[in-house]
């Protein structure tokens, strides 16, 4: 297992520190049984992943450890954890063997399916828990028509629908939306201007008010300048 290499693509994913570092020791407890890279190079591990299968039927009726992986613990749980780090092994794979092909198939349809599929779900919560390997989105969200959707979420999917089953990290996904023309905003970054916005302007309700701070600070000079350049425009007064 190319182990820092795979430390660093999880990372550059912006994974959170726990789940990076169980990854790592879930793929050592793989690795330990199988090659993980001999089972990428000979079939992307579609075999081992075969291998590592266990139902909650096969909890149920006791069904032995279907694996080579010496497993102490619940058979079903520590199974499922093991495939979750032989995908993402994968998914690190095949980034770096083809990383000129990674948006391959992704456009502006395929995002604008996705968004459709986020509406039709309902809400972000359940939209995502259809996607694999998703937690609840925390920066980057692609703004479409006054709505607000997670972008990795988004681009992910699209992905999927273009049968490209590389799994971008927020950055990626970020920089992809944008490519195509959409707008991203790093919500934590938005929220905090907005804080120390209102923080400067007590009593704001609204960008239409005509009093208050914001009046007297930020928008009432600018509407008489407003004023002043159209009456020049409109040739009711001269310029100099």
Known sequence: MREEE????LQAQEYSRNTVATYLSDGRKVNQAYDLDSEYDGDHCASLLDHLAYSKD???TGAPNPSAINIAGPLYSNLMACRAAT????????????????LEGLDRDKILQAIQACDDAGSVEVYIATLEGLGDPTKFWLLFEGRRYPSKAIVRDALSRAENDWQPGGTECKA????????????PEVSR???VFLAKMPGFSGFRQESGEYWEVERGYKNELIAEARAIAGGDRQAF
């Open 193 to 195: 201007a907005r804080d």
């Open 176 to 187: 992809a939306l944008e490519k195509l023309g959409f707008v991203v905003i790093d919500w």
């Open 87 to 102: 995908r993402a092994y994968v998914r690190f794979r095949s980034s770096v063997s083809n990383p000129g092909g990674r």
């Open 6 to 9: 795979f430390r660093a693509w």
């Open 58 to 60: 096969d909890e149920a």
